[in-house]
Nanobody
Framework: QVQLVESGGGLVQAGGSLRLSCAAS????????MGWFRQASGKQREFVAA????????VYADSVKGRFTISRDNAKRTVYLQMNSLKPEDTAVYYC????????????????WGQGTQVTVSS
């Protein structure tokens, strides 16, 4: 059974930074694509970023390109999301996900989810 536990959310002013962490247990971590999604109040869950290859290749939503960086530490079985230049529209619950296939940009592609961590950006 896979368990994903996020941490690192909080309240930050616009322009600030936060780093989210997701610790994983269960399946062989290093061979599995991992991602981050977010869900703002009243909106659908949306893709943020994913690390998809054994070489650490990454993909991002256009809305976060150049501001967010996803990375993974296979020894620690942890994936990170470094968020810089935060904007009020980044406010959401952020979810860590482990993929079952290659549909990285849709929530339907994720097999396992963390419980979520709240990120609030004040203006």
């Amino acid at each position: 059974q896979v368990q994903l536990v996020e941490s690192g959310g909080g309240l930050v002013q616009a322009g600030g930074s936060l780093r989210l962490s997701c610790a994983a247990s269960g399946r062989t971590f290093s061979r599995v694509a991992m991602g981050w999604f977010r869900q703002a109040s009243g909106k659908q869950r949306e893709f943020v970023a994913a690390v998809i290859g054994s070489d650490g290749s990454t993909v991002y939503a256009d809305s976060v390109k150049g501001r967010f960086t996803i990375s993974r530490d296979n020894a620690k079985r942890t994936v990170y999301l470094q968020m810089n230049s935060l904007k009020p529209e980044d406010t959401a619950v952020y979810y860590c996900a482990q993929y079952s296939g290659t549909s990285y940009y849709t929530a339907l592609g994720a097999q396992y989810w963390g419980q979520g961590t709240q990120v609030t950006v004040s203006s």
